[in-house]
Structures are given as structure tokens and as C-alpha cells.
């Protein structure tokens, strides 16, 4: 009997996919109960497509190009473009409530560095959970999958060729499974979870990179992750997320002051794109004059019924956002690299496949346009399936028995949190990464080859081997941008093969 397909990851992209590899058999790992710990449902703006009539997927594409810094793939973000108003169509039919006008057309937010408003918005603030919620009901329904709810991916089954057999599965009580499978699908989201401060949950430490890379996959662009310039900075782990439409409805950012100072950063203000606004809040946090998010003109009484979530987060943690500024802060909030695929998921590892956040088409480049992670998801999701769905597989004999890698102990987690934040985070320099780097061979050689320490020494080795200012990647110390825009892509071993700078400065230690 052929194999199933086997998805590790229950975002918008794990579901998706799952959904349109009908008739062929699935079986669905979620490490939590289905729609707990995924990005998807912490998504406030919404999905970004081409639904107004003065709208055109030409124009969505363009944008996307445009805030990618001369990195998108073209054809990915044309494909997206075009593919976007019939995938809200899709998820609508499915019943995710997207919000209509009066007279029936889209609700439509504007957001940074789009040239109109065209995010498909859920509730005010309420896309991820709306949109999950739908996927969550239709996948519950669906006969050809299997959900195996608790079951946590921890790592990939070599095939007898070197591709991927399937998937390494610890059940709820921590027991080892090795499931054979057709067709091995990467869906487990984000690595923003290695930083300190992130909007993601920080269970999502880039697991997938790691576990691909140890098959051979090649790791494209890791050094771009965006920050989002206005986390709520209250102190909490992971940092509630006001969103960009708070700024789309005319929300300004001050210092402690009362100063609006992107007026004096980019023409756009606080509509430039995202990595030059968190930059921005940065540099004020940096000299202590501090950072805050003003809707209180903007959204003022309305706040409770336009924005349930970022209110309640607000409320929760003392601050009233109809009445007062809301301290903000940089968080790490989307990782533009991961594992290089083509436009159809295919890593180039036999029976592997990878989509959303933890692969890399190359269709954001070096700094995401906003709200497009749900439709890449969605766009490149199905895409995978199709695909998938439609070859022919030999089930692929597992090789030897291919062990767990150990956790991270916690006090080393914070420790490697810490330093990610510091060393590569908003701005970064060479010193620091060799800093970095340093570390992560340091615990490396204690704890093992851990997961999450693959994917740091991703991040860490793209940034330092980028030579350059680009995009979410801002070298303090190459503050220019090359005159050819390259993509980074390494193996684990080239990736290893970058060494710090020169001999590591003393202060980090676990
Ligand atoms: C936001 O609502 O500001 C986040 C949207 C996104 O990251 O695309």
C-alpha cells in the first residue's frame, strides 16, 4: 500500500495543503491541540490581494517586488498575485467571515508600502483566528485526513537513496514513531521563536531547517527576518502585535515627547516599509527617548469593536489605547528565508517538500510586504498538493534508524534568545556575529547538534556572509547595499564552514 502524505505543522499552510491532497491519504502532525502554537491564528492584518475595482494582481505583484529589495523571485510573486482573489473566494466558500462594505464589496485595510488598500480583513484584527477557524473545521471534515493532535515532529526519516522516507513523530507521551510516508511536507512555520523578544509563539525555533539540512537541503536567504516595528513592549513572551492597519488608519508613532518622528525618516512616514519603521523605533528606543504608537486621534472610541485584539492586549497589560500611546518595540515576526524550494514546495531532497513560512520560494526577498505570509501559504500550499497529488510515488525504504536531536536545555535556550536578539537582531555587525557564532559552537560542543541551534547558525552565517545592507538585514558596520542583489543559500556544512571574524569578545556565557 502506498505510503501516506505526511504534513508536519497546522498553520494556514499545513492546512491548506492537507485540504487539496484529496483523495490521497494524509496524516496531519500538530505537536499541540489543532490551532494552538501556530502563527496563523495571531495574524491581525489580514490576506492581501487584488479585490478593488481600482486594484490589479499587476499592481500587487509590483509592490511585492518593490519591498523585496531586488530579491523576489518575479515569477513567485506574480503567481501569488494572480492567484490571490480566488484563494479569499476559496477560504470564504469555506467560511472564513471576511468583512464586506454596505454595498457588498471587500472591506479592504491599507498597509505598508502597498500602493492600495487591498488586505482582506476578518473582524477588525481578527484574520489568523478567523481564517483557522474555517481551515480548522473543514480539515476536521475531511475524510482523508488523519489528525494526530500531540504528535510532535522531531525529525525526518532517511531514505536508502538519501531522500526523505518520512518522519520522525514523538506521540503525546513522548514515544517515538517513525511514520513512512509518500511525500514529507515541511508546514511548521516560523524561527522567530529563537529571539527574545518575537510575535510568533517561541515553541517555532526553525525545527524544519534543521531537520531538512541534515538531509542535504539547501537553506536560502536565512539572515532575512523582519521585524515588526510595533510589538506592544510590556514585557511579555511572546510580545502581543499591534497591527500595521493601526498605522493604515492614520496611527502615528512619537517619542516620549510627543514627537512624530518618521516624518523626518522616509516621505511615507509611518507607512514606509517595515524594515525601515522598525529601524526607526530602534534607533529611538536606543537613545532613550522611546517609542509609542498613538491611535488615540485615529481609532480613539472605535477601538474596542475595530481592533477586539490588540485592545485586549492593550487593556490586559494596563494601557488604554483610546486614551493613551502604546509603548512599542521591535519584534522578530517573520522569516523571509528557510528551505529553498521551487514553486511547487520541492525541495530537491527526494519526498521532501516544505511551504509557508519554513520555506523559501524566493517570493518575499529581503523584506516581506505585509499580509502577504497567509496568501503565500494558501498560493504555494495548494501548489504543493496539486503536485504532490498528481506524481507517483515509490515509498521510499527508510535507511538506518536516524536518531532524535537533543532539546536545548532551558537556561541555554534563554541564553541563545538572548544573544540572537542582541547579535542579530534589528541591526547587526560583524563583531556581533562572530560573537554569535562563537556561542553556538560553544553550545554546540555541551548540549549537541540541537535543533535549534542549526537554525541559529543559519541565521547567524547568512548575516555575516551578506556583506551588505539589505532589505530586513541591516549590517551597522556595511550599512550600503551591494551593487548585485545574491541570495545566500547554504548547506549545513557550508554553513558551518563560516567562522567568526576574528577571536570572540567576552560577555556571552551561558
Ligand atoms: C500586521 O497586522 O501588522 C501584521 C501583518 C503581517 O505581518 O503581514
Redesign the pocket.
Known amino acids: 500500500m502506498t505510503a501516506p502524505i505526511v504534513i508536519a505543522g497546522a498553520g494556514i499552510a499545513g492546512l491548506w495543503t492537507a485540504l487539496h491532497a484529496a483523495p490521497r491519504r494524509v496524516v496531519l502532525l500538530t505537536g499541540w491541540a489543532l490551532g494552538e502554537n501556530a502563527s496563523t491564528a495571531w ?4 490576506v492581501a490581494a487584488a479585490l478593488s475595482g481600482d486594484d490589479s494582481p499587476a499592481l500587487h505583484a509590483a509592490d511585492t517586488i518593490c519591498a523585496g529589495a531586488g530579491l523576489v523571485n518575479e515569477d513567485a510573486a506574480r503567481l501569488l498575485a494572480e492567484a490571490g482573489p480566488a484563494e479569499i473566494e476559496a477560504l470564504h466558500a469555506l467560511g472564513a467571515p471576511f468583512e464586506r462594505e454596505a454595498d457588498g464589496r471587500w472591506a479592504l485595510s491599507r ?1 505598508a508600502a502597498h500602493s492600495r488598500a487591498r488586505v482582506a480583513r476578518v473582524k477588525g ?1 481578527q484574520a489568523g483566528a478567523g481564517i483557522l477557524a474555517a481551515l480548522i473545521g473543514a480539515v476536521r471534515a475531511a475524510p482523508h485526513v488523519e489528525i494526530r493532535e500531540g504528535w510532535r515532529a522531531a525529525g525526518l526519516l532517511q531514505g536508502e537513496d538519501g531522500g526523505c522516507a518520512g518522519v520522525i513523530a514523538l506521540d503525546p507521551e513522548g514515544r517515538r514513531h517513525d511514520l513512512p510516508a509518500s511525500a514529507t511536507v515541511l508546514a511548521t512555520g516560523s524561527l522567530c521563536g529563537l529571539y527574545a523578544v518575537t510575535t510568533t509563539p517561541w515553541t517555532s525555533q526553525g525545527q524544519a531547517l534543521a531537520w531538512a539540512a541534515r538531509l542535504g537541503a539547501v537553506i536560502e536567504d536565512a539572515e532575512f527576518v ?1 521585524f ?1 516595528p ?1 510589538a506592544i513592549d510590556t514585557g511579555q513572551d511572546p510580545a502581543p ?1 499591534a ?3 493601526l498605522r493604515g488608519e492614520g496611527a502615528i508613532l512619537i517619542d516620549r515627547t510627543g514627537r512624530r518622528f518618521m516624518r523626518g525618516v522616509h516621505p511615507d512616514a509611518e507607512l514606509a516599509p517595515r524594515d525601515v519603521v522598525a529601524r526607526a523605533v530602534h534607533r529611538q528606543i536606543k537613545a532613550g527617548r522611546g517609542a509609542y504608537l498613538d491611535a488615540r486621534a485615529a481609532v480613539g472610541e472605535a477601538f474596542p469593536e475595530r481592533f477586539p485584539a490588540v485592545f485586549a492586549a492593550c487593556m490586559a497589560a494596563g494601557i488604554d489605547p483610546r486614551r493613551q500611546p502604546i509603548p512599542v518595540a521591535p519584534a522578530a ?2 522569516h523571509m528565508g528557510g528551505i529553498a524550494t521551487d514553486l511547487d514546495g520541492f525541495t530537491g531532497i527526494a519526498g521532501l517538500y516544505a511551504v509557508g513560512e519554513c520555506a523559501s520560494t524566493g517570493l518575499h526577498g529581503a523584506n ?1 510586504l ?5 496568501l503565500d501559504g494558501l498560493v504555494f500550499g495548494r501548489r504543493a498538493a496539486e503536485t504532490i497529488k498528481s506524481a507517483s510515488f515509490a515509498n521510499i525504504s527508510p535507511a538506518n534508524q536516524t536518531g532524535v536531536a537533543p532539546a536545548l536545555p532551558g537556561g541555554a535556550l534563554r541564553t541563545l534568545r538572548g544573544a540572537m536578539a542582541a547579535e542579530v537582531g534589528v541591526e547587526r555587525d560583524g563583531a556581533g556575529l562572530s560573537r554569535l557564532i562563537a556561542l553556538i559552537d560553544d553550545l554546540e560542543a555541551r548540549h549537541g547538534e540541537a535543533d535549534a541551534l542549526i537554525a541559529a547558525r543559519f541565521v547567524a552565517a547568512g548575516a555575516l556572509a551578506r556583506t551588505e545592507s539589505r532589505g530586513g538585514h541591516f549590517r551597522s558596520d556595511l550599512p550600503r547595499r551591494g551593487v548585485q542583489a545574491l541570495h545566500t543559500r547554504m548547506t549545513l556544512a557550508e554553513a558551518r564552514a563560516i567562522r567568526p571574524l576574528a577571536a570572540p569578545i567576552a560577555g556571552l556565557a551561558e
Do not use: M, P, V
Not at 495574524?43 to 489580514?46: D, H, N, R, S, T
Not at 505585509?370 to 497567509?374: G, I, K, P, Q, V
Open positions: 495574524a491581525q492584518g489580514g498597509e484584527d523582519q515588526h510595533t502585535l497591527t500595521e492597519a515576526h517573520y516581506r505585509a499580509s502577504n505570509s497567509l
